[in-house]
DNA sequence: TTAAAATGTAAATTATATGTTACAATTAGA
DNA sequence: TCTAATTGTAACATATAATTTACATTTTAA
């Protein structure tokens, strides 16, 4: 796999979007706390179905919450 | 994990998009052939570094390319 | 100030994305 | 029609996403 870094300004959408909990937000979209915690640290490459998820309920495009470092 | 199902229009993009074979767009991509068949065959739920490459080679945003199954 | 809630993270495990090698089936061009 | 290129896919290996359990640290609210 090509190596680039992949970021992504999930945790401030979450913030903004009704200032839910990681909890309550993690268990909107149907992952563990956890994984919302490693995404919103951006130590993880989370799958296209978890971020269609994660677009769905911060009711913004993928493209607007993740991107490529240049 | 939430069971929804991942569609995306890969393949036809692909096409319209030059006219590439499978095996050129993936080393374009930086991925193998096999990847890219599964991919295409909506068999694979790749990561978002893969999609975000494939929007950059297809000049397509991640949203157009990828959708939830109603 | 202090206790509860929220967050970060680590270790161990499971599920699965991606790679490698290989071959069969399909498609396109001569 | 024949052959080469393209595509589908299977088996196996590897890397890592995602879960589970657990605990320490930070933040929030009383």
Redesign the pocket.
Known sequence: ?KEISVKNKVKLARIEKGNL???EFAKLV??????M?????QK????I??CLLLSKHLERPVDELFWVEE
């Open positions: 796999m909990t990681q909890g149907g992952v563990t706390r956890q994984t915690s490693l995404i919103e640290a993880y490459n989370p799958t179905k978890v």
